[in-house]
């Protein structure tokens, strides 16, 4: 079975002797848009509709632009082409990437549509809640969306472990919404390991983010004034510090789903000969 120790082994090894090739990918796909986003949210404040809808079409851009990179190092990671190649690749591979991104957010929608059928049901008003007025939902109300939240989520931590290797499916073996059923297939027996590895990297990722945000943050406002409404200096600066830790933690998840990918199909490969023999 794949080591998890030596997937991250192998993980930290191509990021070390690739530096030169990511960096360049990581800076346009992930920590440019990082940096901008950051301020977005503040941008937001009192913006009109058209303003807002302006901001919402950008992060859909980024977010089409953060898949490429992804896409890309995946396909260094897998060895399979320079970094001029890669992005090749990756923009080759990007609408099969695409299109089972929306597959996959469109399965997430229909998971949580029981939460506000049960608030409209319940008599509760939908644009109140989503304007994020305070409103006092009824202990059993409160008590089943929980629950249900609950098990959502530990269903959807389970089916991503399964489908973790989609994306390097997507990229090695040209694959689409195939790719979903392949990455099902290599992940089998490994599912637990799996969730380990996403929870951990989940904590210390959301740890370092928000520690970032919290001292880099206080630091800033000191030096360039307090907060004020909208976009400020230090508001942005701390966006672009947020964003450098961000960008450190994001490259870190298509390098090492390519190697456990590697690892998975090698161990796959082993096991048929084993068995035809």
Avoid: H
Wanted: one cysteine or more; charged letters at 10%.
């Amino acid at each position: 079975m794949a080591k998890m120790g030596t997937v991250w082994d192998r993980t930290a090894e191509f990021l070390s002797d690739n530096l030169g090739a990511v960096l360049p990918v990581a800076l346009l796909a992930f920590f440019v848009p990082a940096s901008i986003e950051g301020s977005f949210q503040a941008a937001k404040a009192g913006a009109g509709t058209a303003l807002a809808l302006s901001l919402y079409l950008v992060q859909i851009a980024f977010g089409i632009l953060s898949i490429w990179g992804s896409l890309t190092i995946s396909a260094m990671a897998l060895d399979m082409a320079d970094v001029r190649g890669a992005g090749r690749i990756g923009r080759n591979r990007l609408l099969p990437a695409l299109a089972v991104s929306v597959l996959i957010f469109a399965a997430m929608f229909v998971l949580a549509l029981p939460v506000p059928l049960a608030l409209q049901l319940g008599g509760y008003d939908l644009m109140e809640i989503a304007r994020g007025t305070n409103v006092s939902l009824s202990p059993q109300i409160a008590g089943g969306i929980a629950l249900y939240m609950l098990v959502a989520l530990c269903l959807i931590l389970w089916i991503g472990a399964r489908l973790f290797v989609t994306n390097p499916v997507i990229v090695r073996e040209k694959r689409m919404f195939s790719a979903l059923r392949q990455s099902w297939k290599l992940t089998r027996g490994m599912t637990w390991r799996i969730i380990g590895v996403i929870l951990l990297f989940a904590l210390v990722s959301w740890v370092s983010i928000l520690a970032a945000n919290m001292v880099f943050g206080s630091i800033f406002t000191l030096v360039a004034g307090g907060p004020a409404d909208g976009i400020s200096l230090a508001g942005v600066l701390t966006s672009v510090v947020v964003a450098a830790v961000q960008t450190g933690f994001t490259v870190l998840v298509p390098a090492f789903t390519a190697k456990l990918y590697l690892a998975l199909t090698a161990e796959a490969g082993l096991r048929d000969g084993v068995l035809r023999a």
